[in-house]
Structure formats: C-alpha cells, structure tokens
C-alpha cells in the first residue's frame, strides 16, 4: 500500500452514482434478505464473531463484493481483494506472504476473489493450504455454477451462498435511495420508470448506472416518457452466457414446457433464448431430439415437423426462420407425449452389451455357401408375405436369450393404433407357436 492508497480517494473526485450508494452495513444491502435480513445466514455467522470460507455466487451487481467487505468490518478482519482476470500465481503469493505477516501480529485476512472462476485448476490448488491452516479467510465470488467451475477440494472447505438477481421491488428502492441522495426524482413518468426497472434485469448495479445516464440526459424540466427512455439509454443485454449456466438453465426450461404440454412456456423461452443471442440452429437440434424423445410415435410427424423447421430456418435465416422455430415449438408442445421409444431404446441397449455377441436363431440367417447350408444356415424361415395376415410368427430371439419386451405404446395419440397392432401380432403369434 502506497501513501495515496493509505489517504484513501479525494472526496472531491468523481464517483459514480453505485459507489456512493454502496451499502455501510448489511441491513442496508438490497434484496439479498435470506442472507441479510434478521434470521438470515451471514446474520447467524456474524452472531459468532467467526467466519469460514464462503463461495458467493450469484448474477452481477447483487452485491457480492459489497458484503464481502462488510463481512471484513464486521469480523475486524483485513480486507483483501484480486481478481482472477489479473492474478497470477506469483500475485497469489505475495498476497499469501502479507496474510501471513498480519496473521504474525494477531490479525486475520479477508482474501476475496472476484470472478474466481477464472482460475484454472491448479490456481484453485494453491489457496487449499492457506485455508486450511487459516492464513485466509477466502471469500469467493463468481457468476457461474460452482459445481462446474470450482474444484472439489476447495468446494469441500468452503460454504457456497447464493445471491439472487434483485426482483422489482428492491431495484424500485435503490432507485428511491438514488432520489434521495441526488436531492431531486429520476425524471421519467410511472411507465418508463417501470421499464428502467426491467431494464435491469436484477441487476442493481445497472439500475443505478441507467438511472444516472437518464439524469445527464434530460434537459431542464424534461420528463422521459417510455419511448424518450429507449432513446437516451441502451437496452441492457440479457444474462446469458452461450458456453455457461444460462444456456443451460433456458434450453433446460424449453425442453421441459414442451414435455409439459405447455406451448405458451414454451414459446416465452424460445423467444428469452433467440432474444439473447442463442444458435437457431442449437435450438432447431434440439426441437429435433424433443420429437424424438418425448412424442416418439404418438405422433410420428413431429419429428417430420422439426426437421423442417430446422430445413426451414437454413433457407430463410433470421427473422423469418424463427417463426418456422417457433411454429415447430408450438407442434411439440401440442403433441401427444410417449417416451416409449426412447425407453425401449436404452432397454435393448442395455440388454445388447449385457448379454454380448449371441448367435441369431440360424433360420433367419442368409447361407450362401454350401457350408452355410449344410450347417443349417436359413433351414426353416418363414418369408412373413407368403403367410396368412403376411405374418409367420416365428422367433427371431437368439436362444440363449429368449423373447424380450423392450417397446411398450402408450394409449396416447398414434401409439394407441401401434399398440392394437402389436396386441394383434401377440395373439397370433401364441396361436401359431412362435
């Protein structure tokens, strides 16, 4: 720490509108009340006076960094702070060496790691001894899934917390907080004020940065309607990541309001996905596996459907292709539903590598050398067109293993038709002794 660092910043120097508003205590950290509020968990912890080490993870600008260096007050504790975007090893361990002069004097560190994620695995490896033996209290903070992202050792000796996107309500009092603080209202009318908050996205950091981007734009005695708004501040992108948690999270809930029936859900989160950028074409594969998995042959055109959207948005492109998208979400949604096919499927892939490389009965195997023949290759084969109903009731199952029930329709759609066939052929068969 040099001597600038230790006066601290000018108070005459420019602040932005989120670093002035940022929380002294943790009663006044918005939204996060099953963490903060009276019964909350860091409130339980800070009861103790002793803190382990935590993993935050959570969207941006819900206060992670904020609590981390409440935390550090609170526990009389030095703070700390890097980033893993511009750590090293060799960063790592002069902040291990300074840890462990102030442990020397009595005094624990606060180590909290922003973006934590960003570490590679062997990164991840080196803060295990200094947690361990409590040269660091580490405070973690990440955006991803820290089940994916992080280690399982350090996991193992830390407390994950979950922080969540900020809803409506505290984003409208951080926007009220601002007011207060600027001395004047945020000049917009109840309806752009309104979308400013969506805006957001749970995200209160944003609010407070588009609400000071409104307050330089607007002239004297100006009042921004929700057009005006649109104007003068960027719409923010939605959270979401292509290659992380929430393209999981949004194909994950696609999938499943198809296989729920619900085309209305479904829509809402095709369109949540094509909004943020996601690959047509991923989500065109997966309409496909849809058909495939969850309607099988209760309707054996959805999967004639979702191949030609998926044919249909390759010749149109975007926009037009997405409604060829949107029209084949729609139909599998509405579709009859069966896993059968795809239960049948595991159970005879299952079935085929536990029993290994069975001969086939010999009546039904080509012979075509006298060999073959004189071994009985072909001996007895019923061609099925030359019998009555064309169907010869034979048994095609290697012996050793003996007739098996993979595929069992459901009475929906057209596996109802597909399943009086196969009663039928039942009937027939036990008849005829195959």
Avoid at 13 to 36: F, I, K, N, S, Y
Avoid at 146 to 151: A, Q, R, W, Y
Avoid at 317 to 327: I, K, M, N, V
Wanted: hydrophobic content about 45%.
């Amino acid at each position: 720490m040099d001597l600038f660092e230790a006066a601290g910043p000018d108070p005459r120097a420019p602040r932005p509108l989120a670093d002035r508003l940022r929380p002294t205590t943790l009663a006044e950290v918005a939204g996060q009340e099953h963490l903060t509020g009276p019964d909350g968990a860091l409130t339980r912890l800070l009861r103790t006076r002793s803190l382990g080490s935590l993993i935050f993870w959570g969207p941006p600008g819900t206060g992670k960094t904020t609590v981390a260096r409440l935390l550090a007050g609170e526990t009389d504790l030095a703070f700390t702070q890097i980033s893993a975007i511009f750590t090293g090893v060799a960063d790592l361990k002069k902040v291990f060496e300074q840890a462990r002069g102030l442990r020397m004097q009595g005094r624990g560190t606060l180590l909290f790691v922003d973006e934590i994620h960003r570490f590679n695995r062997s990164q991840q490896d080196a803060f295990l001894p200094v947690v361990e033996d409590g040269t660091v209290i580490l405070v973690g903070a990440t955006t991803e899934n820290p089940s994916f992202e992080l280690n399982a050792a350090l996991l193992s000796r830390a407390r994950v917390l979950t922080f969540r996107a900020l809803d409506a309500e505290a984003l409208e009092k951080l926007v009220a907080r601002a007011e207060a603080l600027d001395g004047r209202p945020l000049p917009v009318d109840a309806d752009a004020r309104a979308a400013l908050i969506r805006m957001a996205d749970g995200d209160g950091r944003a609010v407070l940065t588009l609400a000071e981007e409104v307050w330089r734009a607007a002239g004297e005695g100006e009042v921004f309607d929700t057009a005006g708004l649109a104007a003068v501040v960027q719409r923010r992108a939605p959270i979401y990541d292509k290659a992380q948690e929430g393209h999981y999270n949004l194909i994950s809930a696609l999938h499943k309001t198809v296989r729920g029936s619900d085309p209305d859900a479904a829509l809402y989160y095709l369109a949540r996905m094509l909004d943020a950028g996601e690959d047509p074409l991923f989500i065109a594969r997966r309409v496909v596996r849809m058909a495939v998995e969850d309607i099988g042959l209760a309707d054996p055109q959805a999967l004639v459907v979702a191949n030609a959207a998926k044919d249909a948005y390759d010749f149109l492109g975007s926009p037009e292709g997405e409604l060829a998208l949107a029209q084949a979400v729609l139909y599998v949604a509405t579709a009859p539903k069966s896993n059968a096919a795809y239960t049948a499927w595991k159970a005879a892939s299952a079935t085929a590598k536990a029993h290994g490389s069975l001969m086939p009965p010999k009546a039904i195997l080509n012979a075509p050398t006298k060999l073959m023949k004189s071994e009985g290759y072909g001996d007895g084969y019923a061609y099925d067109h030359d019998q009555p109903d064309a169907f010869s009731g034979q048994d095609y199952w290697p012996e050793a293993l003996g007739r098996q029930s993979f595929y069992r329709p459901v009475e929906r759609g057209f596996e109802r038709e597909v399943q009086k066939r196969m009663e039928w052929w039942t009937r027939l068969r036990k008849e005829r002794g195959g």
